[in-house]
């Protein structure tokens, strides 16, 4: 048995996190200074388990950026908790496969107790589906292909058994804003992005209802609609109340990527920036994003299970039969053998408490608009959004610079 390296990698885990409190959070060391730290032999005979470990961690450790600390500001992606990582483990040491029920029983309970609870905080319809997945991308690419099926299943075509040639010509609606995601879902589903029609946004990067609506009477077929809670750049909502309905009325499919924005609706005091959200058919959302779960946890969640269901028809032949009710986590997602993700989730919101995912939502959305009063008080700076929700967007601009743009880019750095 090779326990010992459980506990020397944990110890590792401390001593990386504890640094992290405060080491530089970027790499200031070039690429070529970073490959030079790294063991790229091959060994030919295996090394011990303590010995490639060691290898590995000396081999990066240069190389880690110091996310996990709260001077990060580098881009939307979440830290991770202790529950959460310790969760993260289990789920690594008990190794259940959550393809079907039969393969892990607790990964399919867990994931059905997790649907439950989110839909509940997400105030979305409680007959809702939950695929889980790595993350929005893959999110935003199962919702649109269920999409897909169904806006073609209303023109009577079976995308199952004719596929995509000679199917009827689908439209996508999307803002000009929406996230690069939505386009690389596009192109994966095979719809080519030259058949999005984009629809110009607001300075906040909300979709403009009246081009929207104008956008949708001119679609003929199979519609699909792409909207946005939470701008990646200012956090800005669109208008759900006001795109939704109008879309249903031509049957258009909505699908919304609320990546990270979807979680104010588990406050009472955000959750308005989301009205009407909820008659959408299908949502994306990370929890690795604002739930702070290590990274590989988004979720799928679409309205009408069934035609979720309907997503992947085929089993494999070792997975026996079905059982309604038994839940068989692959059906929902388009992984076959997959991490029972749901487990991180379920010790995540035991610990949080429902009270305690409304604070850690609450509090980033204060703290962002501290963020921006001290930015305000700052000479030459200039904040550039509308502070909703958690995005502060701002620049410099002193009187003494005449390239802006080449100015602020370099402070990226
Ligand atoms: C609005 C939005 N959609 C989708 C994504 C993609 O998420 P992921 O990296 O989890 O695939 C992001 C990531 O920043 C996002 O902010």
Known sequence: MHHKIFSQIVKEIIQFRESSSTNRVGISASYEELCSCVNRDLPDIGETSEKALNTLVSSVKNALIHNVNPRYYGFVIGGSTPVSIAADWLTSGWDQNGQVYNTSPAAAIIEDVVTEWILKLLEL????????????????????????????SDYLWDIDTKGLQNAPHINIICGECCHGTIHSGIRMMGLGTENVKTVPNDREGRILIKELHSTILDCEGPTILCLQAGNVNTGAF??????????????????VDGAFGLWARATTKYRL??????KADSWSVDAHKWLNVPYDSGMV????????????????????????????????????????????LYATLRNMGRKGVELLIEKSCELAKQFEMEIKNIPSTRILNDVVLNQVLFRIEPQSVADLDSFNKALDK
């Not at 409680?126 to 695929?131: L, T, V, Y």
């Not at 669109?238 to 699908?255: P, S, Y």
């Not at 992947?312 to 032949?317: D, G, L, Q, V």
């Open 125 to 152: 319809p409680e007959k809702a589906s939950i695929g889980y997945v790595t993350g929005a991308q893959m999110a935003n690419f199962v919702g649109l292909s269920i999409a897909r099926n169904s806006v073609l």
């Open 301 to 344: 969640i679409v309205r009408n299970s069934d035609e979720h269901k309907r997503l992947k028809t085929t089993r494999c032949a070792y997975a026996g039969e079905s059982d309604e009710k038994l839940r068989d986590g692959s059906v929902w997602v388009p992984e076959n053998s997959r991490r029972a993700r749901a487990f991180v």
């Open 273 to 278: 920036l989301t009205a009407g959200v909820q």
């Open 238 to 255: 669109d208008n759900f109340e006001e795109a939704i309905d109008f879309a249903h009325l031509k049957k258009v499919w909505v699908h």
